[in-house]
C-alpha cells in the first residue's frame, strides 16, 4: 500500500525536463532548454568556431530541431550576455520561425540588434530589455537575474523558479574582487537561492582543471602598463570584439600614457559604438582616431584596437599580418600583443598570425609570453564557491 502510494505522488510529482542543445562537454554553441508540461525556455543561443577539419565551414550552430519543431510551445528566450558562443545562432533560428520573445541587458540587446539588422531580421524579432533586479514570468517559470563577473560588462546568471524547483543557470562568470565594471558577482543573491533550496545549479565548468581561482582583471591592466611605457612606436592590441572590458582598460591605460585610441575591424567598430551609445565604455566616439590619424599621427601617441585575437582570416589583424590591409600598414617599431588565448581547434590559425606577425617586423606579446590575457572563466576555487554558495 506504502509503495502504491509512493508510486502516485511519484507520478503526480511536476516534471521538468532540462535539454542541452550545446554547449555541454564542448567549447562554444551554447544553448539549454528547460521543459516543463508543454512550455519550452531557451537560455541563449551561440554559435562556435569550426575546427581545422571543417573545410569550408565558417560557423557551428546547435542543432535545434527540438527547439524548432515545437515553436508554439517556447515561452521566451533568455540571454545571459552578448558573446558569439551565446547569442550568435539566434539569427538562424529566427530565420527558421522563432519568433518568441526576447529578453538581454541593454548591452547584449544591443549587439544582437546589430546582428539581426544585419541579416535582415530585426523586424522579426521581440526584444525586450532587463536589468538584473527583474522578474519575469514565462508560462510555468518565473526568470530572475543575478550581476556575473566576466569578461563581457552586463553579464547575468539566470535564476529559474519551475513547477520542480529553482533552477541556477550561471553562464560564463569568475570572482574578482577588483573587476573592471566595479560590479562583482552577486553573491547576496545565490546565497539566499541556496538558503531557499536549489532543485539543479548547471554551472560553467571552462576552466575546471586549472587549480586556484582566475586571476584578476588588473593583472592585464598591470601588462598595459608596461608595454605602453616601454613600447617607442605604436601599440596595437587584438582582442575578441565583445570584450569590451578590455577595450576600457585599454582606453584608461592609454589615456595615463599620453595616448589615443582608435578601433578597426568592422565588429569591433560596431561593438564600440553601441557601447558608447549605452554608456558602457567611458570614451565620446569623438575621441576615438580615424583610421588616416592611425597612420600619421607621432607613433608614440597612438593606440590600436583590432579585431583578429583568434587570427580569423577576414580579421583586422590578420589582414595587416599579411600586408593588405586597405587602411593600415604594419611597421618595425610596432608593438603588437594578442590579448586572449587561442579557442580549443584554434591553435593553427593563431600560430600563423603570430609568425606573420613577426615578419612584418613587429614586436609581438601573446600567451605564451607574458599575462597578455585573463580569461573570463573561474577555476577550480572560484567553482567551489559557487557549490557552496548554492
Same mark, same amino acid.
Request: aromatic share 4%; proline share 5%.
Given at each position: 500500500m506504502t509503495d502504491q502510494g509512493?508510486?502516485?505522488?511519484?507520478?503526480?510529482?511536476?516534471? =521538468? +525536463?532540462?535539454?542541452?542543445?550545446?554547449?555541454? /562537454? $564542448?567549447?562554444?554553441?551554447?544553448?539549454?532548454?528547460?521543459?516543463?508540461?508543454?512550455? #519550452?525556455?531557451?537560455i541563449d543561443a551561440g554559435l562556435m568556431f569550426p575546427t581545422s577539419e571543417m573545410h569550408g565551414i565558417d560557423i557551428v550552430i546547435p542543432d535545434a530541431?527540438?527547439?524548432? %519543431?515545437?515553436? %508554439?510551445?517556447?515561452?521566451?528566450?533568455? #540571454?545571459? !550576455? /552578448?558573446? $558569439?558562443? !551565446?547569442?550568435? *545562432?539566434?539569427?538562424?533560428?529566427?530565420?527558421?520561425?522563432?519568433? *518568441?520573445?526576447?529578453?538581454?541587458?541593454?548591452?547584449?540587446?544591443? =549587439? =544582437?540588434?546589430?546582428?539581426?539588422?544585419?541579416?535582415? @531580421?530585426? *523586424?522579426?524579432a521581440e526584444l525586450h530589455t532587463v536589468v538584473p533586479d527583474d522578474r519575469i514570468p514565462l508560462g510555468p517559470f518565473a526568470v530572475e537575474f543575478f550581476h556575473t563577473t566576466h569578461s563581457f560588462p552586463d553579464s547575468v546568471g539566470i535564476s529559474v523558479m519551475t513547477p520542480a524547483g529553482r533552477v541556477i543557470h550561471t553562464s560564463d562568470y569568475r570572482f574578482?574582487?577588483?573587476?573592471?565594471?566595479?560590479?562583482?558577482?552577486? $553573491?547576496?543573491?545565490?546565497r539566499r537561492w541556496g538558503d531557499e533550496g536549489v532543485l539543479l #545549479?548547471?554551472?560553467d565548468s571552462t576552466n575546471a582543471e586549472r587549480s586556484g581561482s582566475t586571476e584578476s582583471e588588473a593583472t592585464?591592466?598591470?601588462?598595459?602598463?608596461?608595454?605602453?611605457?616601454?613600447?617607442?612606436?605604436?601599440? =596595437?592590441?587584438?582582442? &575578441?570584439?565583445?570584450?569590451?572590458?578590455?577595450?576600457?582598460?585599454?582606453?584608461? @591605460?592609454?589615456?595615463?600614457h599620453g595616448r589615443r585610441v582608435g578601433v578597426i575591424g568592422r565588429s569591433m567598430v560596431n561593438n564600440v559604438k553601441i557601447a558608447i551609445q549605452l554608456g558602457y565604455l567611458d570614451i565620446s566616439q569623438d575621441e576615438l582616431l580615424t583610421? /588616416? $590619424?592611425?597612420?600619421?599621427?607621432?607613433?608614440?601617441? @597612438?593606440?590600436?584596437?583590432?579585431?583578429?585575437?583568434? /587570427?580569423?582570416?577576414?580579421?583586422?589583424?590578420?589582414?595587416?599580418?599579411?600586408?593588405? !590591409?586597405?587602411?593600415?600598414t604594419l611597421r618595425e617599431g610596432d608593438t603588437v600583443v594578442l590579448s586572449a588565448t587561442p579557442i580549443p581547434g584554434n591553435e593553427e590559425l &593563431?600560430? +600563423?598570425?603570430? %609568425?606573420?606577425? &613577426?615578419?612584418?617586423?613587429?614586436?609581438?606579446?601573446?600567451?605564451?609570453?607574458?599575462?597578455?590575457?585573463?580569461?573570463?572563466?573561474?577555476?577550480?576555487?572560484?567553482?567551489?564557491?559557487?557549490?557552496?554558495?548554492?
Amino acid at each position: 500500500m506504502t509503495d502504491q502510494g509512493n508510486q502516485t505522488d511519484s507520478q503526480q510529482a511536476p516534471k =521538468l +525536463r532540462v535539454i542541452p542543445l550545446g554547449g555541454l /562537454g $564542448e567549447i562554444g554553441k551554447n544553448m539549454t532548454v528547460l521543459e516543463a508540461g508543454e512550455n #519550452l525556455l531557451v537560455i541563449d543561443a551561440g554559435l562556435m568556431f569550426p575546427t581545422s577539419e571543417m573545410h569550408g565551414i565558417d560557423i557551428v550552430i546547435p542543432d535545434a530541431s527540438y527547439v524548432l %519543431d515545437r515553436l %508554439d510551445q517556447v515561452c521566451g528566450v533568455v #540571454l545571459t !550576455h /552578448g558573446h $558569439e558562443d !551565446h547569442i550568435g *545562432a539566434l539569427p538562424y533560428l529566427i530565420e527558421e520561425g522563432l519568433r *518568441a520573445p526576447i529578453y538581454a541587458t541593454a548591452l547584449t540587446r544591443g =549587439l =544582437l540588434e546589430v546582428k539581426l539588422r544585419e541579416q535582415r @531580421v530585426l *523586424a522579426e524579432a521581440e526584444l525586450h530589455t532587463v536589468v538584473p533586479d527583474d522578474r519575469i514570468p514565462l508560462g510555468p517559470f518565473a526568470v530572475e537575474f543575478f550581476h556575473t563577473t566576466h569578461s563581457f560588462p552586463d553579464s547575468v546568471g539566470i535564476s529559474v523558479m519551475t513547477p520542480a524547483g529553482r533552477v541556477i543557470h550561471t553562464s560564463d562568470y569568475r570572482f574578482d574582487p577588483t573587476p573592471v565594471d566595479g560590479r562583482p558577482t552577486e $553573491e547576496d543573491k545565490l546565497r539566499r537561492w541556496g538558503d531557499e533550496g536549489v532543485l539543479l #545549479l548547471l554551472a560553467d565548468s571552462t576552466n575546471a582543471e586549472r587549480s586556484g581561482s582566475t586571476e584578476s582583471e588588473a593583472t592585464v591592466e598591470h601588462m598595459l602598463e608596461d608595454v605602453m611605457s616601454e613600447a617607442e612606436g605604436r601599440v =596595437l592590441l587584438a582582442t &575578441f570584439a565583445s570584450n569590451l572590458g578590455r577595450v576600457q582598460q585599454i582606453i584608461n @591605460v592609454a589615456r595615463r600614457h599620453g595616448r589615443r585610441v582608435g578601433v578597426i575591424g568592422r565588429s569591433m567598430v560596431n561593438n564600440v559604438k553601441i557601447a558608447i551609445q549605452l554608456g558602457y565604455l567611458d570614451i565620446s566616439q569623438d575621441e576615438l582616431l580615424t583610421a /588616416g $590619424e592611425m597612420e600619421s599621427l607621432p607613433a608614440h601617441e @597612438v593606440v590600436i584596437v583590432a579585431t583578429g585575437s583568434q /587570427g580569423e582570416p577576414t580579421s583586422a589583424m590578420v589582414r595587416m599580418s599579411l600586408g593588405d !590591409h586597405r587602411q593600415l600598414t604594419l611597421r618595425e617599431g610596432d608593438t603588437v600583443v594578442l590579448s586572449a588565448t587561442p579557442i580549443p581547434g584554434n591553435e593553427e590559425l &593563431f600560430n +600563423r598570425t603570430v %609568425d606573420n606577425l &613577426f615578419r612584418q617586423g613587429a614586436n609581438v606579446l601573446y600567451h605564451e609570453l607574458g599575462n597578455v590575457h585573463v580569461s573570463g572563466h573561474g577555476g577550480q576555487d572560484d567553482y567551489q564557491r559557487m557549490l557552496e554558495l548554492t
